[in-house]
């Protein structure tokens, strides 16, 4: 990764030389005065600790390091091989996304349909093309507002860009006031706020006024498309909903990062030709507010992307111009979606001013009465819904698995509930009750040892946005219920069908290969958690420092690492913290042992990155 001229190679190859001698000398040395203790009964030389005989940050009591003889031998070995600086890029990319970049799309001249929004989706650089360089900051970022006073105001410097506020100004998007940018809560068919929308879809729904729009627990997860700076789901927290809010990096290029700075679950994603990195029914309501979708092109395929996702007897909000307008266009466009969701089975349920709600059947009888030839088909049985990654989405609808059909309905417990409860779906990926329920309490005592190991140096406000690398079934996640944190939990692609699971559970994340970078603004989560995603990358022979370089660009100044994995790998990864600037804090414990454990020796590492000056 950091190229070396030619010239140095053979001064590299005297050092190795030298530092691999000194190593052998040193262990020599050390076997003789190990020999000498012995003949003289002595115990002049103790061996080092490497469990719980340490101090409360992890660090040997003789040594105040958390590794053992041999580890900081390998160190010296290789110590002048440590990268004194990583370079940083210039100023210009200090907004840079690299599979969202719109140079390297034009550089490339790749051929899109932009009718499709081809060129909203992900079009990762190959390896010689990569940056490797360090994101910075914009001139005069500041640590972000803390949460949940970012809800309604963020700096301005962090992202300088005033356009929406100037744009959106009858809308009641954003307002600048001063250093800062506020939010009243508006968007583009609620200007009055978001608030006062959810209630009056609530009563749509005709939901008990005192159980809100979660309806005692039953709606939990939302898909908010084409979602501006987010205000509808921040707004959903305060109902006991979370909501995946999406939108492309489109004309409005800096709403999901408004979003992400104000703390709002968030992300950057389109219905363009691809299927979202979600598995099936994973939602109980979606949104869609004036989202400027064309929902009939190709066959209605985005409307069946959103049936893909929703969960029986789901519902879609739809406020547009489409759903009231009376002029002829509009009405044409609106009876014709009348007409595509009778044929998928869906049905309306209420209609009110400018919004209409349809929601889906609670099983597959209604697709048995259908005329055959009827449009559009059932998938075919061999076709997976859960097969997200770089899978196009299919003009056809998604029947319910047998056991949903029977039952009618998910089977999922209320939230929360269904965060500790064992969801059906387990069966499918054949897990089973009691292993979910030690990966429950697994996590839950490791998440409190974190929280132990971090506890001089974090406050309860200190993170917000926190992201598990690789989720699993989100015990991770669930280990933080009791903090003001959201979760982006991240399914490798290789273990991506469980991400279903974190769904069930009433939590949200995503599917991504960790050989690429992700999509998300630089400097938008407070904690990342990465339990053996590094040794993940390199059995598929992908690059440490790439990885690092991709997290150091998600990670906020004064965010935190926690990186679990195999000794060797951990050792790898501490020579670049201090190139990566994340030597504000560090400490590495070797973890007590539990279910989960590695076969092999595993470390803690957790880093705190410093604010660049």
Known sequence: MYVREEAKMKHKRDVLHSAKLLKYILIGLIVFLGLVCLY????VAPALSKGFDTFDDGSDPVTARGDDVEDWIDNMEHSLELPKRIHVCDMRYSELIPCLDRNFIYQSRLKLNLTLMEHYERHCPPPQRRYNCLVPPPVGYKIPIRWPASRDQVWKANIPHTHLATEKSDQNWMVVEGDKIRFPGGGTHFHYGADKYITSIAAMLKIPGDQKLSNGGKIRNVLDVGCGVASFGAYLLSHNIIAMSIAPNDVHENQIQFALERGIPSTLGVLGTMRLPYPSRSFELAHCSRCRIDWL????????????????GGYFVYSSPEAYAHDP???RIGNAM????????WRVISRRDQTVIWAKSLSNSCFTKRNPG???PLCSSDDDPDATWNV????????YSPKMHRDKGSGLEPWPQRLTAAPPRLKEIGISIEEFQKDTSVWHDRVLDYWKQMRSVVQKNTFRNVMDMNSNLGGFAAALKDKDVWVMNVAPVNASSRL???YDRGLMGTVHDWC???????RTFDLLHAYVVFSDIESHGCSTEDLLIEMDRMLRPEGFVIIRDTLPVVNHIRKFLKALQWDGWVSEVEPRGDALSLTVEERVLIAKKKMWE
């Open 40 to 43: 003289n009964g002595s115990v």
């Open 297 to 312: 092109q190709r066959d209605g395929i985005l409307l069946l992307e959103l049936d893909r996702l929703l969960r029986p």
């Open 329 to 331: 266009e509009n009405q």
């Open 338 to 345: 009348h007409e595509l969701l009778k044929r998928l089975c």
């Open 374 to 376: 009827t449009l559009p």
């Open 392 to 399: 196009l989405m299919k003009a056809c609808i998604t029947p």
């Open 500 to 502: 279903k699971i974190v």
């Open 516 to 522: 690429e970078s992700f999509s998300t603004y630089p």
